[in-house]
């Protein structure tokens, strides 16, 4: 089925027809496409594709940013990071709110977003009250929770209030929890955005197929579950694949929050790229190249394979 | 006909994830030159009195400099000493006169060729400055002259000390274990410290290798490396007895230096935790951390504890202090300036702000705040100042020998394994 898909453009580029052009008008075809695409390629190059090589170059030396590039030490970077145990928790940090993002915020956002779909009182206000975390800054939003859940804060003296003071908690100074807890801020903070792309999605799910379900005695839980869930799947991908790559590089919240600790509990690549690479820009290089190496690989196959079909039918209407 | 659909897939992937690697990208200042000689001047004040200070230092300067123009901002510490100096240095348009950091930093700098030596042209100064240019010096030449130099000690909180009935201050480190469980007992959190960014934890150890170890094995093992002294394994098991008598605040490991009430320095200045240990420098920050903004009167300070039974010397101190060094392009008019920051008017002038201790001699009796004075009589009486460890190794040491030592006081690690970060930090060099 998707085989069918995939190759669709192709058959469709093949036999081209159009017709033979004047070399004038391919000169100026090619001068319109310099013209406007020329800017943002040399930006693109300059400001992405460089210093990616760049970044490649420098891991490949003992470097501390102030003298010539000159001590070569081939992987010596890499192995140095991948020994490291503060790095390799770091590594599993990030996959474990990549996993738990999807597992946990996925079902939640498609459940909201389905409540939030119906007619109701007031859905206006629900709606832009669940997006108020993602608009605000990071900063403001993860000072916000370090005050709040400072053993000193407002959580723990909200429990103590209600009677729950064996509850209270150093919550980010624990390290059995603090990644979970960190975990929670994030989800505060991103379901927002998770819930409008599925919103906006479920606006792509056509009404009739319901209606039918209706007709022929479907529940509204089965019509969800067989028919609005499965269609609003290449919104839940894109979703996905947004939550995996933004869990990979996570970096602001918890420089702002926890900066990695307690002993490396919430570290993850990024901090960690920062924190260690300080005075020493050849090995922060190499962890850079590892963090960008895991993100390709996670988004080519990503793409590959839970994406192909909806890229595949993308590219058809492109042609 | 490759696959376009691809190649935007890729680019598109590419630029996504590339946006982490470009955050590596640097800024340089432009530098005008048009006729008129001028001068760029960047220091870590970014508060009054200290920055209105400079400022006026630099407008004083082109009085008595026509033709001569001094643009003067100052950064935050961190932004200044990590990023932004050393970007500009590798792009080599850098600032005329700048912060420059003690020990390893000034070390690198001078070594990679980036730093005027004013060994000759300013040896009047040096000469008037005595022994705290020590730290400034690389193979015996000034690379960079301290304005500023203080030693650490306790900050505490004299109210809650005599609450709880102490009425001196410890001298020695069964005295301090004394002072922090009968706080505990008053209802205290005896010891305030930030181990969220580390550093403030690690000067723990940092005291304790001063005890555990003499003056000749630091004099001699910081410079080349070698920790093999089995006093570097004792100075943790010395931080781990102590920590195991819980003298820090709730969720010490979560807890800042410097940002906020809930910081270490702000449970300080609100009564919130008796005593803090600290730099020179903590009466300014526990002052900005009051609700009126004002140092409060409770505080005092109390040199570090002297540790019975160990090698150290208990007359020696751990302290640091900041630095301007000139740029090796730069024009000469930058080491007059540097001349006018360094003399006994300025330095007088710098110790009534009470921001600091100054390093001129004839300054000294300028400083009116009492506990800077403690400070200042308590560096004086010292028989030798080590710089701060980590400054002292270099900027490649900091985290990982930093994360070690929180790690233990985290129960996580052992007193060998901060010798062994020690090593193999030194190893990857």
């Given at each position: 089925m998707s085989a069918i898909t995939q190759e669709g453009p192709a058959v469709i580029a093949g036999p081209s027809p159009a017709p033979r052009r004047p070399a004038k008008r391919d000169s100026r075809k090619w001068l319109e496409i310099g013209l406007l695409a020329g800017p943002a390629l040399i930006v693109f190059v300059g400001f992405v594709i460089l210093p990616v090589v760049l970044a490649a170059v420098y891991s490949f030396f003992n470097w501390n940013g102030l003298t010539p590039l000159e001590r070569f030490i081939g992987f010596d970077n890499y192995v140095r990071a991948f020994n490291d145990p503060v790095f390799t928790k770091a590594i599993g940090n990030n996959f474990i709110i990549a996993g738990a993002s999807i597992l946990i915020q996925g079902p939640l956002a498609i459940l909201v977003a389905l409540l939030l779909?119906?007619?109701?009182?007031?859905r206006t206000l629900v709606r832009a009250a669940i997006f108020v975390p993602y608009v605000l800054a990071e900063v403001i939003a993860g000072l916000s929770w370090k005050l709040l859940l400072s053993p000193r804060g407002g959580v723990n003296a909200a429990l103590e209030a209600v009677g729950l003071g064996d509850l209270t908690q150093p919550w980010l100074a624990n390290p059995e929890i603090a990644l979970w807890v960190m975990f929670g801020i994030l989800t505060w903070k991103y379901l927002g955005l998770a819930i409008l792309l599925m919103l906006a999605g479920l606006q792509g799910v056509p009404q009739e197929l319901s209606e039918a379900a209706a007709i022929d005695g479907a529940g509204w839980w089965q019509t969800q579950w067989n028919i609005t869930v499965p269609l609003l799947g290449p919104t839940i991908r894109i979703w996905a694949f947004l939550s995996i790559i933004g869990s990979l590089q996570l970096f602001d919240m918890v420089w702002v929050t926890t900066k990695g600790g307690p002993i490396g509990a919430t570290n993850t690549m990024a901090v960690y790229m920062i924190q260690y690479g300080q005075g020493q820009p050849g090995f922060g290089s190499a962890v850079a190249v590892i963090l960008f190496f895991i993100s390709l690989v996670i988004a080519l196959f990503y793409q590959r394979y839970a994406m192909r079909r909806d890229l595949g039918s993308n590219a058809g209407r492109d042609e | 006909m490759m696959n376009k659909t691809r190649i935007i897939r890729v680019s598109a992937i590419a630029a996504a994830t590339a946006l982490t690697?470009?955050?590596?990208?640097?800024?340089?200042?432009?530098?005008?030159?048009?006729?008129?000689?001028?001068?760029?001047?960047?220091?870590?004040?970014?508060?009054?009195?200290?920055?209105?200070?400079?400022?006026?230092?630099?407008?004083?300067?082109?009085?008595?400099?026509?033709?001569?123009?001094?643009?003067?901002?100052?950064?935050?510490?961190?932004?200044?000493?990590?990023?932004?100096?050393?970007?500009?240095?590798?792009?080599?348009?850098?600032?005329?006169?700048?912060?420059?950091?003690?020990?390893?930093?000034?070390?690198?700098q001078a070594e990679a060729g980036h730093l005027k030596d004013l060994t000759s042209v300013l040896s009047d100064t040096i000469a008037e400055l005595g022994a705290t240019v020590n730290p400034w010096q690389v193979d015996g030449k000034q690379y960079a002259l301290p304005y500023t130099f203080g030693i650490e000690g306790f900050w505490y909180n004299t109210e809650l000390f005599s609450e709880a009935g102490i009425s001196t201050p410890p001298t020695t480190l069964p005295e301090l274990e004394d002072a922090v469980s009968k706080l505990k007992a008053a209802g205290t959190a005896p010891i305030a410290v930030g181990a969220a960014d580390l550093w403030p934890a690690a000067h723990w150890w940092y005291q304790f290798a001063l005890a555990a170890c003499s003056t000749d094995t630091l004099k001699s093992a910081i410079p080349a490396l070698d920790f093999s002294d089995p006093c570097w394994v004792e100075a943790g098991e010395l931080l781990k007895d102590f920590v195991d008598t819980e003298p820090f605040q709730d969720g010490f490991l979560a807890t800042t230096g410097q940002q906020g009430a809930d910081s270490s320095a702000g449970l300080v200045a609100n009564g919130n935790a008796a005593m803090e240990l600290m730099g020179h420098w903590n009466a300014g920050q526990i002052g900005s951390l009051t609700p009126d903004q004002t140092v409060p009167e409770f505080l005092g300070w109390f040199p570090f504890v002297s540790v019975p039974g160990t090698a150290g010397d208990p007359t020696i101190?751990?302290?640091?202090?900041?630095?301007?060094?000139?740029?090796?392009?730069?024009?000469?008019?930058?080491?007059?300036?540097?001349?006018?920051?360094?003399?006994?008017?300025?330095?007088?002038?710098?110790?009534?702000?009470?921001?600091?201790?100054?390093?001129?001699?004839?300054?000294?009796?300028?400083?009116?705040d009492p506990n800077l004075k403690l400070i200042a009589e308590g560096l004086a009486e010292s028989s030798y100042v080590q710089l701060w460890l980590d400054s002292d190794l270099g900027p490649t040491f900091g985290t990982p020998l930093n994360q070690a030592i929180v790690n233990l006081m985290a129960g996580q690690g052992t007193p060998e394994d901060i010798v062994k970060t020690l090593e193999d930090t030194a190893a990857a060099l």
């Open positions: 779909n119906r007619r109701m009182r007031g | 690697i470009g955050g590596l990208a640097a800024c340089s200042p432009a530098e005008s030159n048009d006729g008129d000689v001028t001068i760029t001047w960047w220091h870590n004040a970014t508060a009054d009195p200290q920055k209105a200070l400079w400022e006026e230092v630099a407008a004083e300067f082109e009085d008595d400099h026509p033709g001569v123009s001094v643009e003067v901002t100052g950064y935050q510490n961190e932004d200044l000493q990590r990023t932004l100096i050393p970007n500009a240095l590798a792009s080599g348009d850098a600032p005329d006169i700048f912060m420059v950091w003690p020990g390893g930093e000034v070390r690198s101190t751990m302290g640091g202090g900041d630095g301007f060094g000139v740029y090796k392009d730069a024009p000469d008019e930058a080491v007059e300036l540097l001349k006018y920051i360094m003399s006994e008017d300025v330095q007088k002038r710098f110790a009534a702000t009470g921001a600091g201790i100054p390093t001129h001699p004839g300054a000294i009796d300028s400083v009116t």
